[in-house]
């Protein structure tokens, strides 16, 4: 199991460091000497220092880019993540489940996040007797132990002011909750209001030949809620999921079965949150759970499978001898003319011995960032069924480098008021048998947002 | 500096100034104290020194003051245990406290300190816990008594910690149950032996509903730990998968990867027509699928193990080609495995797609990425003939953007598709040769080498261009010494008349001028072929070379399916062993892949169930680094130098002998008993027709019921068996058996190539056994072995080796090596084998030896259902070797006195007694200690048994 966490700044200074088991630090990693010597003799403790070093001088301080996110230094394997320039590492020198130690350290980074924000140096400074408390109750001999906020939140607190001691009940009630079967949710909960919020976020994936031929396309979609409901409902989530439709449909009319089953999509696969009921979802098909508290991420899908491309890219790019680059890219919207897209980004990779550009645009602003080596071009909103376009002169440097441009994709960034999966919401019901409030009393919001993944056209 | 006071003391001095502060009244000053202490243990500065101090801040009320005392403890308490003990009494009095958090922290703090004298204090403490009313504590409680076993392993088997444990598995609340399975599983791992996590199908039903309600960390180790039971059955083998495929759907990737590692062991036990097995095939493709659309460092073990996946079971991704495309902006470790992924899943059907994307990869930045991507076209051109064309035009299209690496490994990949193709694509030459200045590496150096002396006689200047490259040869690296030594000779082969010079230069510069033995040694071997017999030097130097395989760098079968055992572990992601860079105890137990049912018999009856692990017990493998083998691991595998002086028999028979009579008597008997009990035990009719006899098998065997009974008289030699099973020797399956033939014995073996490498360099060399056995010649094996093909070999035995005694006595222990590897099985002989043709006593002799030998060496047994009269018997045994010396008739049944001699020099007699209408047969066997001349003693054996 997890042998240690350790916690870097961007320069390799340590913020944090959780030792949790003897065995790393010991033999072999002695021989990697700090590049940061301290004079001061250090005994005993030093031992443990070795892992800490290690991992500094062989990956933070390396000099090539970081090969893999798994390093082995003297039989200890150290798994790394990265938050914008702070570094965790979790250290072991066991076969551990590798998989589990990096979702453990994203669950680590959520959970740093939900109490104190952004994950900084200055954020983890200034929290660091609560870092160390967090981890003190996360992780137990390095086996990840109960890491819900929610549930945290119950009796780590940020003052840490808890010292008056609680009553007997409140204590069972914080220790149910952290071992038991609803380790998200608390009881007791109240709002004078109950309502909920549903987000349908996709991001649309593409990757497109410069002929227009589809040669990957697929929709990452979250189902994200904001729930404020009172005491511990039970909650079913219904879509149009082929299967799903496709059963009812034979259940019930043929002729209702027709109409859904032009709407319903195909879902390739899904996960969910740990609070939905899995086994009903292989059987039954169907969503049921108790939902946590606020924020959370319900479910996360995927589909391949009749997607809608908001836009379609079309790029030219000639080459007019060898000093200059003539290029047109022309972008067609592609869905009911009544919506609008917004933020939309084109983004179009030029030379490195571009001397100069010259743009012309029909919408929107165009400009030549030579920091990005890119034409960078931003129109605010587009309804659909609209095209535009812009082109480009290039002028090169004439150069002696053998190698040729290696025409990077050209990219695009936008958002849609859909779902290009074509995922709808059909219902989501709520129901609390012990308070008196029914599904038609919870106020419930659905908002549909399509982004751009990676939606790239090759030229 | 002061933005963050905590961290930015930095002079030792201050140690007074924290001292002060912690002895301070007032408790906020304390706290404060107490954090600016473990801020600088945190950046490595000692503060040791402070130990008491800060000890003394225990005793407070203040959770969050307590916790940080303890995480003080912790660090520090290993280099003062004397005052660590100073704790000891606010620990045993926090773990009665009645808030259960404060419980539970106690027990988890006194767990971590690894001091002797605080463990002590611990266990009445952890004992109360573990019984705790609160599930908080107990959970914590269980993972204590991992730690506790961690520090004194002794000590917890003593307090009978590991049977409160396993009661926690019963636990009513799952999170209890989670920790307690991933503490024993743990423990488990440094008892290889024990049979601590006891698993049978009730503790396997209550982990399965566990599993449905513990949060994701608990599903994670209940399913790592479910990994390692073996189903009864198939139906249970279903019935688990059925429970544990709701968690493909799981958010967490490491509840899918858990959940896909026991679904992909349990899998092998369905048979494959089940409807079940295909469902379960299409379900794992979609949750691998997700998991690319993690985040980075997840996709990278994902993809690693992905790879595994696909080499067990291609069937399950080969739709997916798509989704491994590389992106643009993928870290280049989630590129690099991709491309990998993708070649395994190249076939026809895709190559399009796939080529397409591997040009488009050869130009990008990353010089490792674009070398393998250019790789990868030269692997789909060997995969999928079909493109073999297309690939070929696209390397040449990447040769021409000159860029120097790209060229390099193009050419480097070439070489392999005119191995592949030889005679089809040698037209880009010529686009090659203009390309020889610009390589600097000696692999494709050695490529271009190897290419001009393969087509010498097509290329005009093939003689200029190896000319040039031997100016520099002795700053060249090995590997293109080598190749441009080979490639002259070639040329010198095929173009004689103008290279003379060339060639007398090369080999001078290799014999005279190199001090690397490999490129001498070739050097002169070349010299004297060419010197000595230029025809055979053609024959040796041109030779026709064999094909090479599809697929490269796959993981060796047996690896694969420890690898498989492994998934979403370190294992799995580095491709090794956990043995291989775990020390210590953990993880060198060797995880497989139960048996497959893929014949459908096993569910049939038990009956033909215990008769298939029988059939599979013989071919016993040696351990690999077994004790007895220390000396045969010390051995030169190489073939026994005819030239050299025979190993002198004398004194090593005489050891052999003395050992024998040591404590060989007692295995003779057992051996005479077993040996009854395995060839006769059942009645040979009822045995299905496809059960393999036992090796040692019996003398049913012998007398090979019914028609050969006329037949010309051959010793007796069972049929062949498997000794060395492919899954456990990197693909080379050897099956052989032992015969005697025209007074020799030898050893025949089938040695078969299940592996997608060439195998060839066979040696073979035994261990000291009990009758002297060893190879009398080199194995021979002259041709190289290709994948699927298998090789006959009879190798002649001679018994002058070293002696050892063996148990059981026939066993005989051989290590084969081959260009992979070595590996070590054990198979035993018949010992009809050793029996001697010139077994036959004088009757007189007979006689009296008879009598003289003591009825301690006498054994008696029964052959059953043996339908043969005693004259076709006693033909029959003679033709191996068992001679019948007299026949007697008393009362309607015929007695036979027979004698056999065995190659060490000792008799057996035995007295075949056969009944007319009678199946069974009586033998009366008499071990006889004759004396030879050599001196050496010898029992008389049961060799008897076996023969009745």
Not at chain 2, 11 to 32: P, Q, R, V
């Amino acid at each position: 199991m997890i042998g240690g966490l350790f916690i870097y700044n961007h320069k390799g200074e340590v913020l944090i460091s959780r030792v949790y088991r003897d065995d790393i630090g010991e033999a072999g990693l002695k021989a990697e000497q700090p590049i940061i010597s301290r004079s001061v003799p250090k005994p005993v403790s030093c031992l443990k220092r070795n892992a800490v070093d290690a991992f500094r001088v062989n990956v933070i301080h390396a000099r090539q880019q970081v090969r893999s996110p798994v390093t082995n230094i003297a039989r200890t394997s150290f798994f790394h993540v990265k938050r914008s320039n702070i570094w965790l590492a979790a250290v072991t020198k066991q076969n551990v489940n590798a998989t589990m130690v990096f979702e453990f350290l994203y669950k680590m980074c959520d959970v740093m996040s939900a109490y104190f924000g952004k994950i900084s140096e200055e954020n983890v400074k200034n929290n660091f007797v609560l870092i160390y408390e967090l981890l003190d109750e996360i992780l137990d001999f390095g086996y990840p132990q109960n890491s819900e906020t929610g549930a945290l939140k119950t009796f780590i607190t940020q003052q840490g002011i808890k010292s008056q001691v609680p009553t007997k009940e409140e204590q069972s009630q914080i220790t149910s909750q952290v071992t038991g079967q609803i380790g998200w949710r608390r009881e007791g909960i109240k709002y004078r209001r109950n309502e909920l919020f549903l987000d349908v976020l996709e991001s649309v994936n593409l990757l497109m030949s410069p002929q227009g031929q589809v040669l990957s396309a697929h929709v990452s979609g979250r189902v994200v809620m904001k729930s404020y409901l009172s005491g511990m409902p039970e909650c079913k989530f219904g879509m149009n999921d082929k299967i799903v439709i496709d059963k009812q449909g034979k259940g019930g009319g043929s002729e209702e079965a027709a109409k859904s089953g032009k709407q319903s999509i195909a879902i390739d696969d899904c996960t969910f949150h740990q609070c939905v009921r899995l086994s009903k979802f292989d059987s039954e098909r169907s969503i049921s759970f108790i939902p946590p508290d606020g924020d959370y991420e319900l479910m996360r899908y995927r589909t391949t499978k009749d997607i809608i491309l908001p836009f379609r890219v079309i790029p030219l790019v000639r080459e007019v001898g060898r000093t200059k680059l003539e290029v047109k890219v022309v972008i067609k919207s592609n869905f009911k003319s009544s919506l609008l897209a917004q933020k939309i980004e084109v983004r179009i990779p030029t030379p490195l011995n571009t001397s100069g550009v010259q743009l012309i645009c029909m919408k929107g602003k165009a400009k030549y960032k030579a920091s990005e080596n890119a034409i960078v071009w931003k129109i605010k909103r587009m309804a659909g069924m609209k095209e535009s376009q812009i082109s480009a002169e290039i002028e090169l440097l004439p150069t002696n480098d053998k190698k040729k441009w290696a025409r990077p994709p050209i990219s695009m960034n936008f958002e849609v008021p859909f779902a290009p999966s074509g995922l709808k919401v059909r219902y989501l019901k709520v129901f609390e048998p012990k308070l008196n409030y029914s599904d038609h009393d919870v106020i419930k919001w659905v908002r549909y947002i399509g982004r751009s993944g990676i939606y790239e056209t090759r030229c | 500096m002061c933005d963050f006071p905590f961290f930015s003391l930095v002079c030792t001095g201050e140690i007074f100034e924290l001292k002060a502060e912690l002895n301070s009244d007032k408790k906020e000053k304390k706290k404060e104290a107490v954090k600016k202490v473990i801020a600088s243990m945190t950046v490595g500065k000692d503060v040791s020194a402070l130990f008491p101090d800060v000890v003394n801040c225990m005793q407070t009320d203040n959770l969050e003051l307590k916790k940080l005392v303890y995480l003080y403890l912790m660090n520090y308490a290993k280099s003062q245990p004397d005052m660590a003990i100073m704790a000891v009494n606010t620990f045993v009095k926090d773990c009665e406290d009645p808030n259960p958090l404060i419980r539970a922290l106690a027990v988890r703090t006194m767990g971590c300190i690894r001091v002797d004298k605080i463990t002590e204090y611990l266990c009445e403490p952890l004992r109360k816990c573990l019984k705790d009313e609160d599930p908080y504590v107990r959970k914590t409680a269980a993972v204590c008594v991992a730690k506790l076993h961690d520090i004194n392993a002794q000590l917890v088997e003593d307090q009978g910690f590991l049977d409160t444990l396993k009661d926690l598995i019963s636990d009513s609340n799952p999170m209890v149950v989670a920790n307690a399975v991933a503490a024993l599983s743990e423990i488990a791992e440094s008892h290889p032996n024990s049979n601590l996590l006891d698993l049978n199908p009730q503790t396997i039903n209550k982990l399965l509903t566990a599993l449905n309600e513990c949060t994701e960390w608990g599903q994670i180790f209940i399913l790592d730990c479910l990994a390692n039971y073996t189903p009864r059955d198939d139906r249970e083998s279903q019935s688990i998968c059925e429970r544990v495929t709701p968690r493909l759907s799981h958010a967490n990737s490491a509840v899918v990867l858990s959940a896909v590692k026991v679904l992909m062991k349990f899998m092998e036990m369905l048979p494959k027509d089940l409807d079940y097995y295909g469902t379960l095939l299409k379900k794992l493709a979609p949750p691998l699928v997700t998991l690319l659309s993690a985040e980075p460092e997840l996709q990278y073990v994902a993809l690693r193990n992905i790879n595994l996946i696909v080499q067990r079971r291609p069937e399950i991704l080969k739709h997916e080609m798509k989704v491994f495309f590389v992106k643009y902006n993928d870290p280049i470790y989630v590129k690099l495995e991709k491309l990998d992924i993708m070649i395994r899943l190249a076939s026809q059907a895709n190559i399009a797609q796939v080529l397409a994307e591997l040009k488009e990869y050869a130009t990008e930045v990353d010089v490792d990425f674009v070398r393998k991507a250019v790789r990868a076209i030269g692997r789909c051109a060997i995969k999928v003939e079909q493109s073999a064309e297309r690939c070929v035009s696209t390397l040449l299209d990447l040769i021409q953007t000159k860029v120097n690496y790209v060229v390099q490994e193009a050419i480097v990949v070439i070489k392999d598709i005119f191995r592949k193709y030889p005679n089809k694509y040698e037209s880009v030459i010529a686009t090659l040769c203009e390309n020889l200045d610009s390589l600097d590496e000696p692999e494709a150096r050695a490529a271009m080498i190897w290419i001009v002396g393969e087509y010498a006689e097509r290329i005009d200047n093939a003689d200029e261009l190896l000319e040039s490259f031997l100016e520099g040869f002795h700053d060249e690296s090995t590997q293109v010494q080598l190749q441009l030594l080979t490639a002259i000779v070639k040329l010198f082969l095929k173009k004689p008349t103008e290279t003379q010079e060339l060639v007398q230069q090369v080999l001078s510069l290799a014999t005279q001028d190199s001090d690397n033995p490999d490129l001498r040694d070739r050097g002169y071997i070349y010299w004297r072929l060419l010197s000595t017999d230029p025809v055979a030097a053609k024959e040796v130097v041109l030779a026709e070379k064999p094909l090479i395989s599809e697929e490269t760098d796959l993981i060796e079968p047996t690896l694969l399916e420890e690898l498989i055992c492994h998934i979403g572990t370190l294992a799995s992601v580095y491709h090794k062993p956990p043995s291989a860079f775990v020390e210590g105890s953990r993880g060198v137990q060797h995880k497989r892949l139960p048996g497959s049912a893929g014949s459908g018999e096993s569910a049939d009856s038990p009956d033909t169930g215990s008769a298939a692990g029988v059939s599979e017990a013989p071919p016993a493998v040696i351990p690999s680094q077994g004790d007895l083998l220390g000396d045969l691991l010390n051995l030169d595998l190489t073939p026994p130098t005819t030239s050299g002086p025979p190993p002198a028999p004398s004194s090593g028979m005489q050891m052999g002998a003395m050992d024998l009579l040591g404590g060989g008597l007692d295995s003779l008997v057992g051996l005479l008993h077993a040996a009854m009990g395995a060839g006769f035990g059942a009645p040979p009719t009822a045995m299905p027709a496809s059960f393999p006899p036992p090796v040692s098998g019996g003398l049913d065997d012998l007398f090979d019921l019914g028609g050969s009974v006329g037949m010309p008289m051959g010793a007796y030699s069972p049929p062949k068996s498997i000794w060395l099973p492919a899954m456990k020797a990197k693909g080379l399956e050897i099956s052989g058996t032992f015969a005697r033939r025209a007074g020799v014995i030898q050893m025949e073996m089938t040695l078969t190539n299940k592996a997608m490498s060439i195998m060839t360099d066979f040696a073979i060399q035994f261990n000291r056994n009990s009758f002297g056995l060893a190879p009398a010649g080199p194995l021979q094996v002259l041709t190289p072995v290709g994948p699927n093909q298998s090789i006959e070999v009879a190798l002649p035995l001679s018994t002058v080796g070293p002696v050892m005694k063996m148990e059981p006595l026939t066993n005989l222990q051989v290590a084969v090596k081959n260009n992979i590897d070595v590996f070590y099985f054990s198979s035993q002989y018949p010992i009809s084998m050793l029996f001697v043709e010139d077994g036959k006593m004088e009757r007189q002799v007979f006689l009296a030896t008879w009598k003289d030998i003591p009825n301690d060496n006498e054994a008696q047994f029964q052959i059953k259902d043996c339908h043969l009269n005693s004259d076709a018997a006693s033909s029959k045994l003679q033709g191996s070797n068992v001679f019948t010396i007299a026949k007697r008739t008393v009362e309607g049944q015929d007695m036979l006195y027979q004698s056999m001699k065995l190659t060490n020099g000792i008799w057996v007699l035995a007295e075949l007694r056969v009944q007319a209408g009678n199946p069974n047969y009586t033998v009366m066997s008499r071990l006889v200690f004759v004396l030879t001349c050599s001196g050496a003693n010898h029992k008389d054996y049961k060799t008897e048994s076996r023969e009745v």
